[in-house]
Nanobody, 120 residues
Framework: QVQLVESGGGLVQAGGSLRLSCAVS????????MAWYRQAPGKQRELVAY???????NYADSVKGRFTISRDVAKNTLYLQMNSLKPEDTARYYC??????????????WGQGTQVTVSS
């Protein structure tokens, strides 16, 4: 089965930067689309950014201009460059991948994610 593993989270001060990675393995096909989500304590999981195989991107209003989603197809890796971090960005970040119209992670199968904590 296809597996996704996030990495790159950490503790940073407000205004700092982090780069998250999501490694895709177990599939001979590249995802048609990939996305980053986050979930803060006591809040619902929200979509942060989305990228298609054609490199079209979309961002949540709260991160536009600060975050950049990208992917290295050859390395089967998704990235999220996060700049000008704010305390409200504090959350556990998860990636997801779509193959032929079906998203890999759903109904609670979101794995471990990677924690981002922004202090001020």
């Amino acid at each position: 089965q296809v597996q996704l593993v996030e990495s790159g989270g950490g503790l940073v001060q407000a205004g700092g930067s982090l780069r998250l990675s999501c490694a895709v393995s177990g599939s001979t096909l590249s995802p048609n689309a990939m996305a980053w989500y986050r979930q803060a304590p006591g809040k619902q999981r929200e979509l942060v950014a989305y990228i298609t195989s054609g490199a079209n991107t979309n961002y949540a209003d709260s991160v536009k201009g600060r975050f950049t989603i990208s992917r290295d197809v050859a390395k089967n890796t998704l990235y999220l460059q996060m700049n000008s971090l704010k305390p409200e960005d504090t959350a556990r970040y998860y990636c997801n991948a779509e193959f032929r119209g079906t998203w890999l992670r759903n109904f609670g199968s979101w794995g471990q994610g990677t924690q981002v904590t922004v202090s001020s």
